[in-house]
């Protein structure tokens, strides 16, 4: 019974850094193009120039 002096602080602030996490998430655009990735693996930019058609 006396782990959960311990426990308790180590999950909240768990809990919150996770939260905090997620906002500087949200904050420095992380899911502003939530379309773009899946055009731009259909994409074919490798390809040099002269085998483009």
Avoid: H, T
């Avoid at 996770?18 to 899946?38: I, M, N, P, R």
């Amino acid at each position: 019974m006396d782990v959960l002096i311990f426990l308790i602080p180590i999950a909240l602030f768990l809990g919150a850094l996770g939260l905090v996490a997620f906002l500087w998430s949200l904050k420095s655009g992380q899911y502003d193009d939530l379309e773009g990735a899946k055009w731009r693996i259909l994409e074919d930019d490798d390809l040099p120039d002269d085998k483009r058609s």
